[in-house]
């Protein structure tokens, strides 16, 4: 049974029937017990399981990322939660020196059953410490997972398949998708942690997005496919391990690809796939492929220049014009609604 | 100085930055200042105190909480309205926002919106001091947040081995966003921990900014002669939520009785107080419509000022 | 149990390490062992003593410098070699090295070669075992040096608020490689320092082993009584150079006559003299023999083992 | 007058002559004015300018890396050391989050010139906590600027371009490059920090290389070049800012393409430099780009893995061979030296 949900409370939920399931899963970070738990995500886990499973910490990032490694080698599948991916800056001694090593320097003899959420995405004018995105980080170091869905099922799904997984998973959240709404199952069914989806069939070209990305790719298409064109939308949904199956599938028949990365492109995501699909489809692709992702510039605070710094729906309609040689589409009576305005002020 | 001079100092300082927060608070709602407010409100007396007891070379650096010490520190209001509605003219031109504070030409150094950050470059800036022997004291404030962080006692321990003229300043709120000190620190006293350190150690529960202000020149008095660095905890009462123009007493975690008792020694009206020994009702409220006028004008510019051009964007990321 | 066996337990372990390392610096220069050795040599009471007060249950961490730790909770020395000499029958299959040694079973959770790492593993660990209600005790064992880093403070602060079950364990050699401590801690007393968190503190001098123990001992009992971490202070002399087993007084930083003094008063040599209450030369020796030749059969089998196929370079990344 | 010199002796004298210059500069780190002296590339220089401007410090990455932005924009120019990049790990905070970030977020009210020199590479069974590089996590945050010299003379040039920059300049060395002689000039002029260089001629391949790589590679060039085969070596030399257009010169005319980066391919480097190469050769590569790097592995520590973790010369000369299709070279005659025996035991 399915019923539709917030990608919020797919997360929540989640989280909710997996601490019932298991008792070695907790919850913690700084702030998620306080009474607005984390944008409400964690909504009811202190109630129903009490201050031991579901905590707020001292300020102290890197002291509980190991903390996490700790109790997860003793035997508990640790939640750890960042309010933003930045914070997480402080935590990556403990992540890439002992985390993502841990398994291979026992020789296999013990696992790291831990689930890292991070919640990044634009806010309200909060510029250049609140911004990051840094999955190509993360998926450059073996030994760590990284998924990043984009639609309440994924969210349910892909947190449920973490916190069973027995590796380190770094769960990454767009806080534009926690208002998006979607169908979820009632069921605590796992969803893959190393596949790509198409979530917008198309033949003329191939959008692959991360995260928030495939929320403008979606509306792109949508409104190129008045015009007849057929944009494919590919949720990367996992950037390590990388399905670059799927991608490569969908570029071998559009033979047109775009890139639609939710971060900086030098020497980001973007460039795996590029690399990825270019070497795959040698001689099939009618065009360069194009990457789009921010600006590289430390992201500003004031609206007009926020704006250009992140890239949206019209450039990516702009960018397949370009490529598949069209003229530009009136967009003048388009409708880019904005999930920002659910986050409205201050943060 | 004077006394009556200095008390006139502080009320400006203190009652500048009360009437600018006003002002922020009036026109939050309207949306055009996009960047999260983290409001002063509550805590004048230690931005005007210590800057106050600073000398213009003198140098500070602060948390996203930071327009007190901004305001106290420059009495300049046209470039920080600016920066709080985007503008061009804004302090960084519009790309830092509220949390990201900077007047190089006044002493203020940086402000930084994660937590603890600016501490150790607050030590840096007092090794750079001592080199180039030019006399500079740093002051950097901080939360009882930023000393949950590992960062806050690297730096701590470093200013202190190295015997650098650098002026701790803790904002006691005894909040963390939502969570009491007692939730995140394990000991009873920070100041006792404090004391072991080759550091010497003031605190304070006063709303005065004289009172501050005199505990601050002691601190630097102390950081001179004993060439170490000082620690000066300095408690008051946060008013506003902590991110955000609104009171939030009705959220759970805090009890609005708490606010009346603190209230009672608002730091704005116990200066204001205080200037009755040495001004007539008219002479304050002139000074008070002076400061007015001046944020006034400058909100009124910055409403009126252009943003930075598309192409700002992609300036200012390398010299 | 009875005097006499504690204080042969004590030495077995003292000795098992004090040989063990004898073993490798007697075959490093061959360039079988391609591993960066920090030899614990001199701290052998420390390792002996408190490894002899936890039960087999119990966890301990440690850094780059745990030989001492592994062989005093395991009195295993086969996977042990073998991780020295790079073989599939080491510890971690040779992938770790002598910096890496993990021994789940016996309760060795990790050491690390990141100054600082483990400790808040430990704590998380900690919480893990009062969440299991297993009763099992947590000790993590750190350095002087670990102790400038932040992420010692937040640990100690964490561990403090959260009240957990774990043994601090300062080992204070006064040295971080070759900087002294009065060169990096801005402050007279750690234990002072550590005194004001809600944590019990011991400290001493001693290379007794027997008196670790007891410390050891007393220092459990208070975590588990006053319901908070506990932090026990041991002095010792790092006999050989930072990394290598060589000797380095002739490079300056330190002086023979230091070694000379703490060389007097010899953990292994103590414990040996002592055991003469109880035991014969002919049965110290037989006790010694024993150990000789477990030490003998594991190098012989180590070097003797297989390296990893190379396809195992690929396994164990994942699970 | 260009002298034969180390490596090692090239950083010391840039560093010195730099602080003879200007009374700005200072050198600090961990272990930096001990005995040992940062493998020698610091020697002298607390004798000749005092304790003052060369100084070991507390072990405090995070606060020591905020250390040197407050005194860089207090008017200093400092240097700070890490004996191992994996250290710097400790610091990430500081450096992405701030120092990053400083100029832009004053709108270029002050400069942050600071060199962050960090050293890479291979030692003795060091394993995982030891071995990493991060190129491409630097070159990934738009503030920074990353460099990788691996000649003497560039080591010099760059490192006394890195000080004068009014930037944040990554300097990456790897330390078996430190006993690599060669020529460079006694005056202290400054090599660009955003130019690759052709380090060995030859028409048929392009192997770009980092750090060390080039070593790798231009052994691989001067064997094959004995059958005839003539190999390219370009010396990225400047992750951040990349000077894509040497490469893409060269692969033009090639026409085939190796990445060979010191570090993981997923993510790293070496998909930026692919993805670039792809688009600006369009039609024009004769084959699929190989890029070539560490085994996707926590590095281990005996020495039968390690070998097998870390690409090589040989590694090099069998990717050529495969995309020229050719036989493979026989190699049982060559003389693989390793600068590792000069950094034999015990790290
Ligand atoms: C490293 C880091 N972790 C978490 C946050 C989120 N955060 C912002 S303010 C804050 C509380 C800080 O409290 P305190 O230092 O007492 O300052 P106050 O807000 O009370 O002035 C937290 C946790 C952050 N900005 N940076
Ligand atoms: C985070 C980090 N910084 C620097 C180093 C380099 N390093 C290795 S051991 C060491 C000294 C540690 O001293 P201490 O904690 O007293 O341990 P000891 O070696 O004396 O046992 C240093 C600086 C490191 N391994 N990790
Ligand atoms: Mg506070
Ligand atoms: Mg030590």
Request: charged share 25%; aromatic share 10%; proline share 4%.
């Amino acid at each position: 049974m399915s019923r539709l949900m917030s990608y919020r409370e797919a997360l929540n939920e989640a989280m909710a029937q997996e601490m019932r399931r298991d008792p070695r899963v907790f919850v913690y970070g700084i702030d998620v017990a306080d009474h607005k738990r984390t944008f409400m995500s964690s909504k009811g886990l202190v109630e129903e399981f009490g201050l031991d499973r579901c905590f707020s910490t001292p300020l102290a990032e890197d002291a509980m990322t190991g903390f996490g490694l700790g109790a997860a080698i003793a035997g508990m599948r640790p939640i750890h939660v960042h309010m933003r991916v930045d914070f997480l800056l402080l935590g990556l001694n403990q992540l890439v020196n002992m985390i993502a090593t841990q398994r291979y320097g026992s020789g296999g003899r013990f696992a790291v059953p831990m689930v890292i959420r991070a919640i990044i995405g634009r806010g309200w004018g909060q510029s250049f410490q609140h911004s990051k995105t840094l999955q190509s980080w993360f998926a450059h170091i073996p030994g760590l997972k990284v998924v990043m869905p984009s639609t309440p099922r994924d969210a349910k799904g892909m947190l449920v398949a973490a916190i069973r997984d027995d590796n380190p998973v770094i769960f990454i959240e767009h806080r534009w998708l926690y208002d998006v709404v979607g169908e979820v199952p009632e069921h605590s069914d796992e969803i893959r942690l190393d596949g790509a989806k198409v979530i917008h069939p198309g033949s003329d070209i191939t959008v692959v997005a991360t995260s928030w990305m495939n929320v403008e790719a979606v509306k792109a298409a949508e409104i190129l496919k008045k015009r007849g064109v057929g944009v494919e939308v590919v949720d990367v949904r996992s950037i390590s391990p990388f399905d670059c199956q799927t991608i490569i599938d969908s570029v071998q028949r559009t033979r047109h690809c775009i890139v639609a990365d939710n971060d900086w492109t030098h020497c980001g995501f973007s460039a795996e796939v590029a690399a990825t699909v270019y070497e795959a489809c040698m001689g099939q692709l009618r065009a360069p492929i194009r990457r789009i992702g921010f600006a590289p510039t430390p992201c500003p605070c004031a609206r007009p220049l926020e704006n250009e710094f992140y890239p949206n729906a019209v450039s990516i309609i702009r960018a397949v014009e370009a490529m598949l040689k069209l003229s530009e589409t009136d967009l003048s009576h388009e409708d880019f609604y904005s999930y920002e305005n659910k986050f409205k002020g201050p943060f | 100085m004077k006394e009556k001079e200095l008390n006139r100092y502080l009320y400006q300082k203190a009652y500048l930055i009360r009437r600018a927060e006003a002002a922020i608070r009036a026109d939050y709602a309207s949306d055009k200042m996009k960047t999260p407010m983290h409001m002063s409100t509550g805590g004048e007396a230690i931005a005007a105190g210590v800057c106050q007891a600073l000398r213009p070379q003198d140098q500070i650096l602060g948390t996203y909480r930071s327009h007190g010490i901004y305001l106290a520190k420059t009495s300049e209001t046209d470039a920080f309205f600016a920066e709080m509605y985007g503008k061009a003219t804004g302090v960084a031109k519009g790309k830092g926002g509220s949390m990201h504070l900077t007047a190089v030409d006044h002493g203020l150094i940086c402000t930084s919106a994660i937590v603890g950050t600016t501490i150790p470059v607050a030590v840096g800036a007092a090794y750079a001091n001592k080199m180039q022997k030019n006399g500079k004291v740093v002051a950097v404030f901080f939360g009882d947040g930023a000393v949950d962080e590992g960062v806050f006692w690297e730096s701590l321990n470093s200013a202190c081995v190295m015997k650098l003229p650098v002026l701790f300043v803790y904002e006691d709120n005894g909040l963390a966003v939502h969570v009491p000190a007692e939730q995140r620190h394990g000991y009873k006293s920070i100041i006792e921990i404090v004391r072991q350190f080759n550091c010497n150690v003031f605190s304070s529960e006063t709303t005065d900014p004289e009172a501050v202000y005199n505990l601050a020149l002691q601190a630097i008095g102390a950081m001179n002669k004993y060439q170490q660095p000082s620690f000066l905890r300095l408690a008051y009462y946060r008013y506003l939520e902590h991110v955000g123009t609104n009171e939030d007493f009705n959220s759970g975690y805090r009890d609005r009785a708490e606010f009346e008792r603190w209230r009672k020694a608002d730091p704005v009206e116990l200066q204001r107080k205080k200037l009755g020994k040495w001004f007539s009702e008219g002479e304050i409220t002139a000074i008070e419509r002076t400061i007015d006028e001046q944020v006034e004008g400058s909100i009124k510019r910055a409403d009126e000022a252009q943003f930075s051009q598309p192409q700002a964007l992609y300036e200012d990321v390398l010299a």
